[in-house]
């Protein structure tokens, strides 16, 4: 057994002491198979969390195809998941090209169901001989692919896992912000105390971002579109900028829109000496990195951290080369366990209720059934000892 093994089996097993709403899933999965002969194409990253959700697919007796996304496999946690049976694509050192024939593939293999984090294995699966009987999709960017590009072509239900209020508290907001928050502090070994901070987009985990560098005593300052989403943020306390000024004061950039080009060149030609840039959206291109790299070279600090000589004379610093920062940085480990409890088991029971007769659901992008949310909403409380408590 190698190394990374031993270690990988020390941390699915500590996640999944921390997983106890997951766990429960599984219990019931075990005895009832909701997924007995069916095929799970599965495309997320895959770390100590998702491989318990994986266990939860094998106990309800699915065969399990997966991959990862890009330059997020951690291959210790890949050889224990093939260990147990789930086949996964996934090779050490393997380049960007190996996406598309890892895509193909599991597209090929026919799934039944697929599970996804960013639409681009269901778009394979759209022009297949058998496609799946339905899908699920964990992020606001898929959730734009689906709805954008892929307008009218689905024809099976996908539920939008990132459309649950459930998910956006627990684990975009809280979880998201925590986390991107604690791995810029890692990386960097740098104090946010009174840096000024300017957070890009004041959605769910935008919020969570501002809150948890405020937390750590940041001078958080938001840019946000949404002049409701704006409001929002001055009314939480946060100051409020226009794109055209925020750059000019800051010292820590976050962006985290799901949008490109939101920080493009310019805009960092205008930020302060020193700037340090981190990306916590799931598309790699909302700060215009390519054209930073083209322009100014970036040189290794860290495995996470690079400088950049802008010509201007002025540095600018980037973690994870603009890629998203609490999961691509090294050591990045994601989100908190219990927030992905939450987040992994409303994928476990989506991809059920697909296959439950009783839900009947449309084809097209939904959100996660009701009953589906309430359940888990009751049963996270309950493992938190916040329900049926005494009140003395
Ligand atoms: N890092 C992680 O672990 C993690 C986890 C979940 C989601 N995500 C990703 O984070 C991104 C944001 O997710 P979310 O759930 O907060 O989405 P959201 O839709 O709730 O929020 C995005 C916000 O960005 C704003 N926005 C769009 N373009 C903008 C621009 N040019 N300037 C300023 N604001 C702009 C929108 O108005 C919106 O309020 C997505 O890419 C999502 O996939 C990352």
Same mark, same amino acid.
């Given at each position: ?96 090209? $190996?996406? !598309?024939?890892?895509?193909?593939? %599991?597209?090929?293999? @026919?799934?039944?169901? &697929?599970? =996804?984090?960013? *639409? ?125 000024? $925020?750059? !000019?004061?800051?010292?820590?950039? %976050?962006?985290?829109? @799901?949008?490109?080009? &939101?920080? =493009?060149?310019? *805009? ?125």
């Amino acid at each position: 057994m190698s190394s990374e093994r031993r270690v990988a089996e020390g941390r699915i097993a500590w996640t999944r002491r921390h997983m106890p709403v997951l766990v429960e899933t599984i219990a019931e999965f075990t005895a009832e198979k909701p997924f007995e002969g069916m095929t799970v194409g599965f495309r997320l990253h895959l770390e100590p969390k998702t491989a318990v959700l994986i266990e939860a697919l094998l106990a309800g007796g699915a065969e399990v195809i997966a991959m990862g996304n890009e330059g997020t496999t951690q291959f210790g946690t890949a050889e224990v998941l093939s260990s147990q049976g789930c086949k996964v694509l996934d090779r050490q050192g393997q380049g960007p090209e $190996a996406t !598309a024939a890892h895509l193909s593939r %599991i597209a090929s293999a @026919g799934p039944d169901l &697929v599970l =996804d984090n960013g *639409a681009e294995l269901i778009g394979a699966c759209l022009d297949s001989a058998s496609p799946p009987v339905g899908a699920t999709e964990e992020t606001t960017s898929g959730g734009f692919r689906l709805r954008e590009d892929y307008t009218g072509q689905v024809g099976f239900p996908v539920i939008v896992i990132n459309d649950s209020p459930l998910k956006s508290i627990v684990e975009n907001k809280h979880g998201v912000g925590e986390s991107v928050v604690d791995t810029i502090v890692r990386v960097t070994n740098m104090s946010l105390h009174k840096k000024r901070v300017v957070v890009y987009g004041y959605g769910w985990c935008g919020r969570g971002i501002a809150l948890y560098a405020h937390r750590r005593g940041a001078d958080v300052t938001v840019v946000e579109i949404d002049p409701i989403k704006a409001l929002e943020a001055a009314m939480d306390g946060f100051e409020v900028a226009e794109h055209s000024v $925020a750059p !000019a004061r800051a010292e820590v950039v %976050i962006t985290a829109t @799901g949008r490109p080009g &939101v920080v =493009d060149y310019t *805009a960092i030609e205008q930020m302060p000496d020193g700037v340090l840039l981190a990306n916590a959206g799931h598309v790699d291109t909302e700060i215009d990195i390519r054209r930073l790299e083209h322009q100014a070279p970036g040189a290794e600090l860290s495995p996470s951290l690079k400088r950049h000589e802008l010509p201007n004379g002025k540095s600018a610093f980037c973690i994870a080369e603009g890629r998203i920062v609490n999961l691509a940085a090294h050591g990045g480990i994601g989100n908190p366990i219990e927030a992905m409890d939450l987040g992994l088991t409303l994928q476990a029971r989506s991809l059920a209720a697909l296959v439950d007769p009783s839900y009947d659901l449309s084809p097209g992008p939904q959100p996660v059934p009701d009953t589906v949310n309430t359940r888990i909403a009751t049963a996270m409380l309950h493992s938190m000892g916040q329900l049926g408590r005494s009140a003395t």
